[in-house]
């Protein structure tokens, strides 16, 4: 893994693993080739990479998924080389908004983007992603640059730090945020300039169908060995795997897979218990766990796990990915009109977080989570309770409200647990 | 390794018994921190070891290796460790077709594979030098995981076959030890992995469990781990032995504690 903690000082800070890593020059986003020698010149150029952070506990490079909330939750972010898989809510409201903020806030950080979905087209997905929400100021700043970009000077002459007028302008993007995380505004559209200026690969699955494979027949879906293909060509190509040299600036590819293991990609583990090809998808997300281990990638994939009837593919699935989310959302169900949940549109689930490079990891002492979609933003808290006020409430419901408190974890201890109200 | 586990299995790298097959399971939790130990252990007991790492990159053992006192980098190079990168060459194997067999050939056939090319690695690592000058003790066979063989389209029996070869060469020829992990499904009905767990642990000699809380999540006790000692060639006329401790993971060793006694309760 890539640890670039301490190796933008360059030979100079020994005892910390990062530098120790790079001297020893095996990780597996090292490129291969004459460098393997291990110079620590190599490790520099991990760290400049821009939208990407290394882990205060290892080193470990990580970028942001897209809400600052689900970094924090997940140890500071998304670990490059790593699956995030998010387990889809029931009608794909919320798990597609998550998906969306992924590969927006790739966009902001001028990442690759590659999206492969067999329903929508990824170019339709792109003009939909939510608008990062900038200050005030860099707002009017991105506004003027775009309309005079070609004054060279600037109109304020500096009076007493002047020698910095001599320094050379930094080129600065639309948005030049060198903040980690970004918030989005669910409410409005992304610039078009921005999606313009980003770089992404879309596969779409039905535009797909007759092209020819290299993989002989194994026994993944056609679907998925397409897929499979395809990343691989992206990855190789443009070098995400260290395989071109001439490379100078690195930059980190973000994969995005939507609905894996619906039917729409040609594979039934969704419709039936037994399927044919039930190896398919576990097989797919190991070669695709290899692939992402060997490059400077992160990868999305949403999957409708509430459709697949055979519970020992959940938990295959589980075990093949690196972080694991489910959402789960209040939309159609008793909840919606549970006066228990009436801040919250869903609860989220932090099912599964890797330990990486490490013994331990960073785990949250919250498991009760919840999210709600405020009007521009998507925020993640932990799932309060209200209290428990009214004298007038009947006995009935106040049964009810206590049975389904009591699916909830051990960590909210407000109400009563059992079925049987305690009156004092 | 971890020395707190050394002294409850009554072990030292010094003094290992031989020919024994030891299973890691874990059963809704991570059972990984046992794979480091055993790795770490074998490699300080300077015998040959070959690591089937199926699940994760060499730098992540490397580095937790490096944190448990041994340099996995030193010892593949002096020849002490022979690693088989499952994704790594997973990637290889699945999008150029190989001119010699690769272990991992199963990836591209359509039906079931066997894994009589891992064995042939397997043994090619671990066989004897000729030399006469024994450089290593005996050798070692570890194994992280076998579920996800399952996950790779093989079945259960093809796992339990090779495990089988893989001890006659190793525990019985070789007098030698396997160390392999398999996950737990639990609940999830998982049958195919029923059957190799079922399978393994008849046949294993030692069996470490490392299981969740039944009560849920706790900061400061972290699981618990079952070490059952079993004889299999012995009919079960004499009791095995079993302990039961709850651990903690800390950044470089794991305490372990009996139950209840957690440091943070007393």
């Not at chain 2, 039961?244 to 504690?257: A, C, G, N, P």
Request: aromatic letters at 8%.
């Amino acid at each position: 893994m890539a640890a670039a903690a301490t190796c933008g000082t360059g030979a100079g800070s020994t005892g910390s693993i990062g530098a120790a890593a790079c001297k020893n020059n095996v990780t597996s986003f090292q490129r291969k080739g004459p460098r393997a020698s291990g110079t620590d010149s190599g490790c520099s150029r991990l760290v400049s990479i821009a939208g990407t952070r290394p882990s205060v506990r290892n080193g470990q490079l990580l970028v942001s998924t897209g809400l600052p909330a689900l970094d924090q939750l997940l140890g500071g972010g998304l670990a490059v080389g790593t699956v995030l898989l998010i387990e889809e809510d029931k009608y794909n409201t919320y798990s597609s908004l998550l998906f969306k903020y992924f590969l927006a806030e790739g966009i902001i950080n001028g990442h690759t983007l590659l999206v492969a979905s067999a329903k929508e087209n990824p170019a339709d997905t792109l003009q939909e992603l939510p608008a990062p929400l900038l200050d005030d100021n860099c707002k009017k700043d991105f506004d003027e640059d775009v309309c005079n970009h070609k004054t060279p000077d600037s109109n304020i002459k500096m009076k007493i730090a002047w020698r910095y007028q001599l320094l050379p302008k930094m080129e600065s993007g639309p948005v030049s945020s060198s903040r980690f995380g970004h918030y989005y505004d669910a409410s409005k559209r992304m610039p078009q300039e921005l999606i313009e200026a980003s770089k992404w690969h879309g596969f779409f699955f039905p535009e797909k169908l007759s092209s020819t494979l290299t993989i002989e027949p194994c026994s993944l879906t056609g679907g998925y060995r397409k897929l499979l293909q395809f990343i691989q060509n992206v990855i190789y190509e443009e070098g995400f795997d260290g395989s071109n040299p001439q490379k100078k600036q690195k930059n980190i590819l973000r994969i995005g897979i939507q609905n894996l293991g619906s039917p729409l990609w040609g594979d039934d583990i969704c419709c039936t218990e037994n399927c044919d090809n039930s190896h398919s998808l576990t097989k797919f997300l190991y070669v695709l766990r290899g692939l992402l281990r060997t490059s400077l990638s992160a990868c999305i994939i949403t999957m409708p796990t509430h459709l697949i009837q055979n519970k020992a593919v959940i938990a295959r699935v589980t075990n093949l990915s690196d972080t694991v989310v489910g959402l789960e959302s209040f939309i159609g169900s008793e909840r919606e009109t549970n006066p228990l949940y009436k801040d919250y549109h869903g609860l989220i689930h932090i099912r599964q977080i890797p330990r990486l490079n490490n013994l331990i990891y960073d785990v949250s002492d919250v498991k009760d989570l919840a999210f709600k979609l405020k009007r521009k933003l998507f925020t993640i808290e932990r799932l309060h309770l209200p209290p428990d006020l009214s004298d007038t409430v009947s006995h009935s419901s106040k049964q009810d409200l206590a049975g389904s408190s009591k699916l909830l974890g051990p960590g909210c201890g407000m109400m009563a647990g059992g079925k049987q109200h305690l009156d004092f | 390794m971890f020395p707190e586990l050394n002294n409850l299995l009554n072990t030292t790298p010094d003094r290992t018994e031989q020919g024994k097959l030891t299973l890691l399971c874990d059963a809704k939790t991570d059972g990984s921190f046992l794979v480091h130990h055993f790795l770490s252990f074998y490699l300080k007991a300077n015998c040959k070891v070959c690591f089937v790492a199926l699940v994760q990159s060499f730098s992540h053992y490397n580095i937790v290796g490096r944190k448990l006192g041994v340099s996995l980098t030193a010892a593949r190079e002096c020849g002490q460790l022979v690693f088989l990168e499952g994704l790594k060459s997973s990637v290889d194997v699945f999008f150029r077709a190989q001119a010699e067999p690769h272990p991992l050939q199963f990836l591209r056939e359509a039906d079931a594979g066997s894994l009589q090319p891992v064995y042939e690695f397997v043994r090619e690592a671990l066989k004897p030098v000729e030399d006469g000058q024994a450089a290593w003790r005996y050798p070692v066979l570890l194994v992280d995981d076998l579920s996800v063989l399952l996950s790779l389209g093989l079945g259960a029996v093809a796992v339990l076959d090779f495990m089988h070869y893989c001890r006659v060469a190793v525990c019985w020829e070789q007098k030698g030890n396997i160390v392999a992990l398999v996950h737990d499904s639990g609940d999830a009905e998982d049958e195919e992995n029923d059957i190799l767990l079922n399978g393994l642990s008849h046949q294993s000699h030692l069996i470490l469990r490392a299981e969740g809380l039944a009560t849920g999540f706790c900061r400061d006790v972290h699981g618990q781990l079952r070490i059952l000692w079993r004889t299999p060639s012995q009919p079960a006329a004499q009791r095995d032995r079993s302990l039961t401790y709850q651990y903690k993971i800390q950044d470089k060793s794991v305490s372990f504690f009996a139950k209840g006694m957690s440091p943070a309760v007393l």
